[in-house]
């Protein structure tokens, strides 16, 4: 039985994210990645909305973007710090709407440190037909897994929503939101970002290919070996 508060499938929590102190470089970082994600097309106006982990006088939890404000008008006070553990908010504004997105993912998953949520076109489209992300691209492993699902459809902002999108990413670091758009997450903010990018560059790329017909799609052998390159001898040294 999967137990997605773990993380999936009972398996040891992968590495703590590194906990960094809340403070003035880390709540910039935070609105230029909100930013960022409307400059590269990923939101439009004020939607989507991004979180850091981080620690507050020994008391752990994350800054998330408030709810309803435009990404440009957004000043460094304006982020919300939430703890961790009691769930309490600590800001002048209200926190984003999706909190308990971000809130029982940073709990569950250690490994975590940031998440960015958008409404990126590709991805969105994909999710309103329900449909997950197939191993059609090998790209599809940079996300932890062969196949990048799509959390059932609840009212955005509820605790049945984010109980979906937990579910959905168990073993992997994006999953869609039906009729909604996508998640993404990874250690710190760039590579949340990254994420978010990557899944809508992907689900673009699935849109053209389905035009015609229905893709090949790699199997659990091919992407396995994808898997194990990226994790181990893929990149840089
Ligand atoms: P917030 O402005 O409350 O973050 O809502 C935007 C959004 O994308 C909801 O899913």
């Known amino acids: ?44 106006n004020k939607s989507g909305n991004v979180s850091v982990r981080c620690a507050r006088g020994g008391i752990e939890g994350f800054l998330i973007t408030p709810t309803a404000i435009d990404y440009r008008d957004l000043t460094e006070q304006d982020l919300v710090f939430i703890g961790l553990k009691d769930g309490r908010c600590s800001g002048k504004k209200a926190p984003s709407s999706e909190w308990r997105i971000h809130l029982d993912i940073l709990r569950a998953r250690r490994e975590f440190g940031a998440i960015v949520h958008t409404h990126s ?38 605790q049945e929503l984010s109980d979906h999108a937990l579910a959905a990413l168990v073993d992997r670091k994006a999953c869609l939101l039906c009729n909604h758009g996508s998640v993404g997450c990874g250690d710190d903010l760039a590579q949340a970002l ?19 017909g229905d893709p090949l799609r790699l199997n659990d052998e091919q992407m396995r070996a994808v898997i194990e390159s990226f994790r181990t001898s893929y990149g840089q040294r």
Do not use: K
């Open 1 to 44: 039985m999967i137990d997605p508060h773990d993380g999936g499938a009972g398996r040891e929590p992968l590495q703590q994210a590194e906990v960094v102190e809340d403070g003035p470089a880390l709540r910039t970082e935070l609105i230029h990645i909100a930013r960022t994600t409307v400059a590269r097309g990923l939101n439009v």
């Open 121 to 158: 076109p590709a991805a969105t489209a994909l999710s309103c037909h329900g449909l997950d992300l197939p191993p059609f691209h090998y790209m599809i492993a940079v996300c932890g897994g062969p196949d990048v699902r799509c959390a059932r459809y609840a009212t955005f902002g509820t």
């Open 194 to 212: 990254s994420i978010a990018q990557e899944v809508e560059h992907l689900a673009h790329i699935y849109l053209l290919a389905r035009q015609l």
